[in-house]
T-cell receptor, first 114, second 118 residues
Framework: QKEVEQNSGPLSVPEGAIASLNCTYSDRGSQSFFWYRQYSGKSPELIMFIYSNGDKEDGRFTAQLNKASQYVSLLIRDSQPSDSATYLCAVRTLIKAAGNKLTFGGGTRVLVKP | GAVVSQHPSRVICKSGTSVKIECRSLDFQATTMFWYRQFPKQSLMLMATSNEGSKATYEQGVEKDKFLINHASLTLSTLTVTSAHPEDSSFYIC??????????????FGEGSRLTVL
């Protein structure tokens, strides 16, 4: 089982609709959860992070965390063509021997169609 | 947010040569930097954790003698791919965490370096 799993997509969404991305993780000790956006040929850029159960909203983005079920999701409201990218879920786990470790999922490719 | 700069952004080299990639934190000090590799249409794979003033910690399966990491100062880490071969062609990305309290400790990425080995 992969440590962080995402559906690879592509997730096709009409412009203006809501894109819903999911991510599951295997380590119950995980503490922090991040969503990164990566355009083709570019490095990832941080969209949001969440530490506590529940929802966290930032503009058109909402991150949802459910530690009991070990999943974290990202909603993109009013999707725009410029949102077309690969979205990477990352999970930070504190490992005594290795310190903080950030593990990435495989990414979900999102296509927003005009 | 914090800025991490990586250089060069693209490099093409002949098989058997060595290539050095630099990663700098521009407006914060980073005692720890991370080096990732990303093959086409795949996710980021952590190669090693670079620690200022001490040896890097390599992930399983990453050859430390092939991927030399030096973290000589609080703002600079370098990755040298020694005796590069075509299978080393990849997108190499560094990252650093600003733990000063200004940016809540999230990871910031450099622009990435695309290595092509002929």
């Amino acid at each position: 089982q992969k440590e962080v799993e995402q559906n690879s997509g592509p997730l096709s969404v009409p412009e203006g609709a809501i894109a819903s991305l999911n991510c599951t993780y295997s380590d119950r000790g995980s503490q922090s959860f991040f969503w990164y956006r990566q355009y083709s040929g570019k490095s990832p850029e941080l969209i949001m992070f969440i530490y506590s159960n529940g929802d966290k909203e930032d503009g058109r983005f909402t991150a949802q965390l459910n530690k009991a079920s070990q999943y974290v999701s990202l909603l993109i409201r009013d999707s725009q063509p410029s949102d077309s990218a690969t979205y990477l879920c990352a999970v930070r786990t504190l490992i005594k021997a290795a310190g903080n470790k950030l593990t990435f999922g495989g990414g979900t490719r999102v296509l927003v169609k005009p | 947010g914090a800025v991490v700069s990586q250089h060069p952004s693209r490099v093409i080299c002949k098989s058997g040569t060595s290539v050095k990639i630099e990663c700098r934190s521009l407006d914060f000090q980073a005692t720890t930097m991370f080096w990732y590799r990303q093959f086409p249409k795949q996710s980021l794979m952590l190669m090693a954790t670079s620690n200022e003033g001490s040896k890097a910690t390599y992930e399983q399966g990453v050859e430390k003698d092939k991927f030399l990491i030096n973290h000589a100062s609080l703002t600079l880490s370098t990755l040298t791919v020694t005796s590069a071969h075509p299978e080393d062609s990849s997108f190499y990305i560094c990252s650093a965490r600003d733990t000063s309290g200004k940016n809540t400790g999230e990871l910031f990425f450099g622009e990435g370096s695309r290595l092509t080995v002929l």
